[in-house]
Structures are given as structure tokens and as C-alpha cells.
Nanobody, 123 residues
Framework: QVQLVESGGGLVQAGGSLRLSCAAS????????MGWFCQAPGKERELVAA????????YYADSVKGRFTISRDNAKNTVYLQMNSLKPENTAVYYC????????????????WGPGTQVTVSS
């Protein structure tokens, strides 16, 4: 079992930055690939970024490439999402999720989810 809790969301002006954190508990956390997803009101959930268990490979949605960075610190059981140059269209609830492999996370085939953290970007 893996438990996930996100933090770091909030209100920021367009062009600003936020860093989200996802704290994990459970002995097997470091064996999982991790992903950040977002869901805006009235829209479907979509993948933002994903990372392998080792941190050696990452995946980004085209809309966030060059602006967002996913990383992990397995010693701290934490995954991060650094979000720069934020836009109003990035307003959403952001969730972290754990899956077996990078490609399964990318396919939204995940095993564990956090409750989410709200990010609001004002124009």
C-alpha cells in the first residue's frame, strides 16, 4: 500500500511559480513510477508529467514542456512538480499518482492517488 498527500497549491498570478510536493508513505513507494495529473472544472483529467522510480526518465505533456519540471527524492519519499511561467489555463486540481511503470502512468493506469491540491492562476 502507498498513501499519497499533495501540498503546495495556492493562488498565483500569471507568470508566477509554484512547487507542488507529494509525500508518500508505504514501504514500496520507491518502486513506483509517479505522475502528476490535473483536472480543471468541466474537463477530463489529464497527465501533466511522469517520472520513473529511479528518476532517470521523465515525460511531459506538450503544454507544459519547458515550464514544468518533475523530480523525486526517494530518500524523502517525495515527488515534486516545479511549475514556472504559470498561465490561467493551468488552473486545476493537481493530483499525484503512483503506477508500476512510466508507460503505465502515462496511460493513466495507476494504482494509488492522492486527494489533490488546488492551483489557481489569476490573469
Amino acid at each position: 500500500q502507498v498513501q499519497l498527500v499533495e501540498s503546495g497549491g495556492g493562488l498565483v498570478q500569471a507568470g508566477g511559480s509554484l512547487r507542488l510536493s507529494c509525500a508518500a508513505s508505504g514501504r514500496s513507494y520507491s518502486r513506483y513510477a509517479m505522475g502528476w495529473f490535473c483536472q480543471a472544472p468541466g474537463k477530463e483529467r489529464e497527465l501533466v508529467a511522469a517520472i520513473t522510480w529511479s528518476g532517470g526518465r521523465t515525460y511531459y505533456a506538450d503544454s507544459v514542456k519547458g515550464r514544468f519540471t518533475i523530480s523525486r527524492d526517494n530518500a524523502k519519499n517525495t515527488v515534486y512538480l516545479q511549475m514556472n511561467s504559470l498561465k490561467p489555463e493551468n488552473t486545476a486540481v493537481y493530483y499525484c499518482a503512483a503506477g508500476r511503470l512510466l508507460h503505465t502512468v502515462v496511460a493513466d493506469d495507476t494504482d494509488y492517488w492522492g486527494p489533490g491540491t488546488q492551483v489557481t492562476v489569476s490573469s
